[in-house]
């Protein structure tokens, strides 16, 4: 038999012993995790938490628990009808959802899963409602002393924490993105110009000649809905992706990728190459340019709906929008002909900024060197960041494991586990690569689940002594 080759988490740990050793100071267990967020990431860092034995209280601007999943948080970007990418056989923080229940989860449906949750596991009495984090500095002592600020009250608080998780996600309104000189172009022009995030229903755009510029899940998405009710729907394309069917023979796309990881990568590919061709076709039936990169180079678009409304005509594809004057749209493909519009909606995506973090450039390189494995600060023993990575299935199960890797290093600081420290010194050492063959074309956010996970899984071994990794 051949040598089996180590483990990615057990190479990161054979690089780590020739990095100059730094152990930083070890937190203050005599005090509480403060995490910041109730939204999903949020929520499973608590429970972890919870169930490892270390101390936490958990704040949320908002009234409620569900981060964006609850449409009456002035931060959500949920609109009417939207349901979640993902099915719910991988959308769940670690209680299943039933199989009665939706394939796809519409947003109440989501808000209700994790308010849910937050009570069976015991969290509301350990949340702050109403209470947005301001900032937060070191002490002499080395603890983390928060300014918070409750909503409905002139002043701020002070509260001293043995570490901060930060959990407040990307997908709000106060981090969309869009080309500044085309939303001004269209303002100019006096157009209905929003963000996706902004997006509540199709109703503002009845006989409306509407451009949807961007073709993610959200652009897809919402340019169907828009297009049962406009005269006109137009569908700005910068990148051709491919178009993934949402099911193939009733099982969604994410639970047969979550479940083919012990199957070969070429294996995989062929495969869901067939089921693409034989559910959606050629890019070219949809009127698409043939996708530049490979399948899974970057992230597919889930068709919920969007090949129907493509074939059906009330969709039209044009190429990336290059002017925006005078409320007319330009396209960079100059066979196509100008098209005057009365709305556009920017489906460009969100930025990723966290508390206490320094600016953070666009493709993910910058988080990837200040947060081991994307969760620990490489510095800071007491700061942590559950990062939503993009993978082939729901993320949520990905915040449960950063979660338990978070809960279990606390937990074994607190018992003086004899890898603590260990770890701390190997804080430094760059995370090693988390994409294996996918996602080539993608921005470090997107990573092979199977690789990380696994990673995860193997530093919550080491850390807790349960024994040796596999």
Same mark, same amino acid.
């Given at each position: 038999?051949?040598?089996?080759?180590?483990?990615?988490?057990?190479?990161?740990?054979?690089?780590?012993?020739?990095?100059?050793?730094?152990? +930083?100071?070890?937190?203050?267990?005599?005090?509480?995790?403060?995490?910041?967020? #109730?939204?999903?990431?949020?929520?499973?860092?608590?429970?972890?938490?919870?169930?490892? /034995?270390?101390?936490?209280?958990?704040?949320?601007? %908002?009234?409620?628990?569900?981060?964006?999943?609850?449409?009456?948080?002035?931060?959500?970007?949920?609109?009417? /009808?939207?349901?979640?990418?993902?099915?719910?056989?991988?959308?769940?923080?670690?209680?299943?959802?039933?199989?009665?229940?939706?394939?796809?989860?519409?947003?109440?449906?989501?808000?209700?899963?994790?308010?849910?949750?937050?009570?069976?596991?015991?969290?509301?009495?350990?949340?702050?409602?109403?209470?947005?984090?301001?900032?937060?500095? &070191?002490?002499?002592?080395?603890?983390?002393?928060?300014?918070?600020?409750?909503?409905?009250?002139?002043?701020?608080?002070?509260?001293?924490?043995?570490?901060?998780?930060?959990?407040?996600?990307?997908?709000?309104?106060?981090?969309?993105?869009? +080309?500044?000189?085309?939303?001004?172009?269209?303002?100019?022009?006096?157009?209905?110009?929003?963000?996706?995030?902004?997006?509540?229903?199709?109703?503002?755009?009845?006989?409306?000649?509407?451009?949807?510029?961007?073709?993610?899940?959200?652009?897809?998405?919402? #340019?169907?809905?828009?297009?049962?009710?406009?005269?006109?729907?137009?569908?700005?394309?910068?990148?051709?992706?491919?178009?993934?069917?949402?099911?193939?023979?009733?099982?969604?796309?994410? &639970?047969?990728?979550?479940?083919?990881?012990?199957?070969? %990568?070429?294996?995989?590919?062929?495969?869901? %190459?067939?089921?693409?061709?034989?559910?959606?076709?050629?890019?070219?039936?949809?009127?698409?340019?043939?996708?530049? %990169?490979?399948?899974?180079?970057?992230?597919?678009?889930?068709?919920?709906?969007?090949?129907?409304?493509?074939?059906?005509?009330?969709?039209?594809?044009?190429?990336?929008?290059?002017?925006?004057?005078?409320?007319?749209?330009?396209?960079?493909?100059?066979?196509?002909?100008?098209?005057?519009?009365?709305?556009?909606?920017?489906?460009?995506?969100?930025?990723?900024?966290?508390?206490?973090?320094?600016?953070? @450039?666009? @493709?993910?390189?910058?988080?990837?060197?200040?947060?081991?494995?994307?969760?620990?600060?490489?510095?800071? +023993?007491?700061?942590?960041?559950?990062?939503?990575?993009?993978?082939?299935?729901?993320?949520?199960?990905?915040?449960?494991?950063?979660?338990?890797?978070?809960?279990?290093?606390?937990?074994?600081?607190?018992?003086?586990?004899?890898?603590?420290?260990?770890?701390?010194?190997?804080?430094?050492? +760059?995370?090693?690569?988390?994409?294996?063959?996918?996602?080539?074309?993608?921005?470090?956010?997107?990573?092979?689940?199977?690789?990380?996970?696994?990673?995860?899984?193997?530093?919550?071994?080491?850390?807790?002594?349960?024994?040796?990794?596999?």
């Amino acid at each position: 038999m051949g040598v089996r080759k180590p483990g990615v988490f057990q190479q990161w740990l054979d690089v780590a012993h020739d990095a100059p050793l730094h152990v +930083p100071e070890l937190t203050d267990i005599r005090l509480p995790v403060l995490v910041v967020g #109730a939204g999903p990431a949020g929520l499973a860092a608590m429970a972890a938490l919870s169930r490892a /034995g270390v101390r936490f209280e958990g704040i949320e601007s %908002h009234s409620g628990v569900g981060g964006i999943w609850d449409a009456a948080n002035p931060l959500s970007s949920v609109y009417e /009808g939207m349901h979640t990418v993902t099915s719910r056989h991988t959308t769940h923080l670690g209680r299943p959802i039933p199989e009665d229940g939706p394939l796809f989860l519409p947003h109440r449906d989501a808000r209700q899963y994790l308010a849910q949750f937050a009570e069976q596991e015991g969290l509301v009495a350990h949340l702050r409602l109403n209470t947005r984090f301001e900032d937060a500095v &070191k002490t002499e002592r080395g603890t983390w002393l928060a300014t918070l600020h409750v909503n409905g009250q002139q002043e701020t608080v002070e509260r001293e924490y043995r570490a901060i998780v930060i959990a407040t996600g990307s997908h709000n309104r106060n981090h969309r993105i869009f +080309p500044r000189s085309l939303w001004d172009d269209a303002g100019g022009g006096g157009l209905d110009v929003i963000h996706a995030a902004e997006y509540e229903d199709n109703t503002r755009y009845v006989d409306k000649r509407v451009l949807v510029i961007g073709v993610g899940n959200s652009g897809t998405d919402i #340019a169907d809905k828009v297009s049962t009710a406009a005269k006109r729907t137009l569908l700005s394309v910068r990148t051709p992706p491919w178009i993934n069917p949402a099911t193939v023979l009733g099982t969604p796309c994410d &639970k047969m990728a979550a479940e083919s990881r012990w199957l070969p %990568h070429w294996y995989e590919m062929a495969s869901f %190459h067939i089921a693409r061709r034989l559910a959606i076709g050629s890019s070219s039936r949809l009127g698409l340019p043939k996708p530049r %990169h490979a399948l899974l180079d970057r992230l597919p678009v889930n068709d919920r709906g969007i090949v129907r409304a493509i074939l059906d005509g009330r969709v039209q594809i044009r190429s990336n929008v290059s002017s925006l004057e005078g409320g007319v749209a330009s396209f960079e493909d100059v066979q196509e002909a100008d098209e005057p519009v009365d709305a556009v909606i920017f489906c460009t995506g969100y930025a990723r900024q966290y508390p206490l973090l320094p600016p953070l @450039d666009a @493709d993910g390189e910058t988080l990837r060197d200040l947060l081991t494995f994307f969760l620990f600060h490489r510095d800071e +023993p007491g700061l942590a960041v559950m990062t939503e990575l993009v993978g082939t299935w729901s993320c949520w199960p990905i915040f449960v494991q950063q979660a338990r890797a978070l809960a279990t290093y606390f937990a074994a600081e607190q018992r003086g586990g004899r890898n603590v420290g260990l770890f701390n010194a190997r804080r430094c050492v +760059p995370t090693p690569d988390l994409k294996g063959k996918l996602f080539g074309g993608a921005d470090a956010y997107h990573v092979d689940y199977r690789i990380y996970l696994r990673v995860l899984r193997d530093l919550v071994v080491w850390l807790s002594g349960q024994g040796r990794l596999d």
